[in-house]
């Protein structure tokens, strides 16, 4: 896969964000054009951040890679700005290879926010992934597992369907940025999750959702994390761990 880094920048405060301070310390975002002028046709290409909508270039830069013979076009978000029905249809038209990864790391909106940092949160990354789906863009949804959210995994599978999402990628809080510095109320033991997860898994594939537990096969890139590479981990046997459809 490659990655195309937008820079630290986001709108969100996650608790378990990788980058943590990362993005106070930013001189200035980075070259886009350049990563993008090293793409390889037939690639995967993901725009990651921070948070890839908070540029209004991100319509462009997408077109751009479409250019370049990219297979595929993922956005990794929080999915707030794609709210915005005018902004979600700029996506779209920018190429026909999108798909999107939105992040919900809730059933609701106090333990989504909670996570985000950010009060209203959720609604906007609901409606986001509505209106995405209403634009016809394929539309896959990240949680990462916290000690917060863990008991509540096959909730988030269904809201997730609800909203349209086609797959549900469960990844694991990683002890890295704000994540480390909390660690102990972020960070679960597997033990604790893995009952819940192999639930949530099975409630998922009931509904017609693909899964992937843990690290994908075909990259690490999901909400939070950004561009440190997690641990894989085996999927519990339960599970069938496919690659997500938005990733091709």
Same mark, same amino acid.
């Given at each position: 896969?490659?990655?195309?880094?937008?820079?630290?920048?986001?709108?969100?405060?996650?608790?378990?964000?990788?980058?943590?301070?990362?993005?106070?310390?930013?001189?200035?975002?980075?070259?886009?054009?350049?990563?993008?002028?090293?793409?390889?046709?037939?690639?995967?290409?993901?725009?990651?951040?921070?948070?890839?909508?908070?540029?209004?270039?991100?319509?462009?830069?997408?077109? =751009?890679? +479409?250019?370049?013979?990219? &297979? @595929?076009?993922? #956005?990794?978000?929080?999915?707030? %700005?794609? *709210?915005?029905? $005018?902004?979600?249809?700029?996506?779209?038209?920018?190429?026909?290879?999108?798909?999107?990864?939105?992040?919900?790391?809730?059933?609701?909106?106090?333990?989504?926010?909670?996570?985000?940092?950010?009060?209203?949160?959720?609604?906007?990354?609901?409606?986001?992934?509505?209106?995405?789906?209403?634009?016809?863009?394929?539309?896959?949804?990240?949680?990462?597992?916290?000690?917060?959210?863990?008991?509540?995994?096959?909730?988030?599978?269904?809201?997730?369907?609800?909203?349209?999402?086609?797959?549900?990628?469960?990844?694991?809080?990683?002890?890295?940025?704000?994540?480390?510095? =909390?660690? +102990?109320?972020?960070?679960? &033991? @597997?033990?604790? #999750?893995?009952?819940?997860?192999? %639930?949530? *898994?099975?409630? $998922?594939?009931?509904?017609?959702?693909?899964?992937?537990?843990?690290?994908?096969?075909?990259?690490?890139?999901?909400?939070?994390?950004?561009?440190?590479?997690?641990?894989?981990?085996?999927?519990?046997?339960?599970?069938?761990?496919?690659?997500?459809?938005?990733?091709?």
């Amino acid at each position: 896969m490659h990655q195309i880094f937008l820079g630290f920048a986001c709108n969100n405060a996650c608790v378990f964000c990788a980058q943590g301070a990362m993005r106070d310390r930013e001189e200035g975002p980075p070259d886009v054009a350049a990563q993008i002028a090293t793409i390889t046709p037939g690639e995967t290409v993901a725009f990651m951040g921070g948070e890839p909508t908070v540029h209004d270039e991100l319509p462009a830069w997408i077109a =751009a890679a +479409d250019a370049r013979g990219a &297979a @595929r076009v993922l #956005v990794q978000t929080n999915g707030r %700005r794609l *709210a915005y029905r $005018a902004f979600t249809r700029a996506l779209r038209e920018a190429s026909t290879k999108l798909a999107l990864d939105v992040a919900l790391q809730g059933a609701s909106a106090a333990m989504h926010d909670y996570h985000t940092g950010t009060p209203g949160s959720f609604e906007q990354t609901l409606r986001g992934a509505r209106t995405a789906r209403a634009e016809r863009i394929p539309v896959g949804v990240t949680t990462v597992v916290t000690r917060s959210n863990f008991r509540h995994l096959g909730e988030i599978a269904r809201l997730a369907h609800a909203a349209g999402a086609e797959a549900i990628h469960f990844a694991k809080a990683e002890p890295f940025g704000r994540a480390a510095i =909390a660690r +102990d109320r972020v960070v679960p &033991a @597997r033990e604790m #999750v893995l009952p819940y997860l192999t %639930r949530a *898994a099975s409630e $998922a594939q009931r509904l017609g959702l693909d899964v992937v537990v843990g690290a994908r096969e075909t990259g690490s890139i999901f909400a939070g994390i950004g561009e440190i590479e997690p641990v894989a981990e085996k999927a519990p046997p339960t599970v069938r761990k496919t690659s997500l459809p938005v990733l091709g």
